[in-house]
């Protein structure tokens, strides 16, 4: 009995374990751990959204090439979007990208410059792609909306309080809550294409955009639009291309 109480007498008056230097240490090794991993989560994040990016600008290309084939069983000829023929810019009106004496080729120089930059003959780049933010004021007024600039549930980034970013606002419908397509307006026909749902960038400066480059001629000699479509957050990293 008596050895018995004399460990349990020892049991409680044991002092060993950390001290307060090892617990001061354990501490700053956790800190250490937690700061130098935290940019490899956030990254982890940011690249689930450039992958969903992606692959939403895939599922607007896809829901445009199949219009624009409906459109050439239809009417005979094919158009995107927000065009009103073939040989039709978006933005239309001489806002968008254009061309002179059927040189569509000068046009999507124009959009390669302002996504990916300029190169010269060796292939070595000269100039920097200027279309990289979402408060761009040059080139984002040839961009239209996919699915509208005053839509809530994709809503366009705000340069400031108030301000809008500078995307054109002409392609828009006046209304696209109705449920009613608006023939020839852009973001209606996509709406309609997509079920009225909208689909919103993973991006808090993100929203979808499109320009298109007017075909032209006819017959065998014809030349389709050409549509690129980008995320708003950063249009020169997330964008592609379509040429039916």
């Known amino acids: 009995m008596k050895t018995t109480m004399k460990t ?6 044991r002092v060993d374990g950390q001290s307060l230097a090892e617990f001061a240490v354990t501490t700053a090794m956790m800190a250490t751990l937690a700061t130098t991993a935290a ?18 600008i ?18 005979g000829r094919g158009r995107f979007p ?14 968008g990208y254009t061309y002179t004496e059927a040189n569509q080729s000068s046009a999507e120089d124009l959009v390669n410059a302002a996504l990916n930059g300029t190169f ?28 509208g600039t005053d839509n809530p549930d994709a809503e366009l980034p705000q340069i400031e309080d108030g301000l809008n970013a500078y995307i054109n606002v002409s392609e828009d419908p006046d209304s696209y809550a109705g449920g009613t397509v608006e023939d020839k307006v852009g973001a209606s026909e996509f709406l309609s294409a997509f079920g009225g749902d909208p689909i919103k960038s993973p991006f808090q400066d993100g929203h979808y955009i499109y320009t298109v480059i007017a075909g032209y001629g006819s017959g065998t000699s014809s030349l389709a639009p050409i549509m690129f479509v980008a995320d708003l957050e950063s249009p020169s990293s997330f964008n592609k291309k379509l040429q039916p």
């Open 82 to 95: 927000g065009q009103w023929k073939f040989n039709e810019t978006v933005p239309d009106d001489g806002a």
């Open 8 to 13: 349990i007498k020892k049991y409680f008056k």
């Open 120 to 147: 010269d003959e060796d292939g070595e780049q000269t100039a920097a792609p200027t279309f990289t933010s979402f408060s761009n004021s040059t080139d984002a007024p040839k961009w239209a909306s996919v699915f």
């Open 58 to 75: 895939d599922k607007i290309l896809k829901a445009a090439n199949n219009f624009y084939n409906e459109q050439v069983t239809k009417s």
């Open 39 to 56: 940019p490899k989560f956030s990254g982890v994040g940011e690249g689930a959204k450039e992958k969903k990016t992606l692959a939403d």
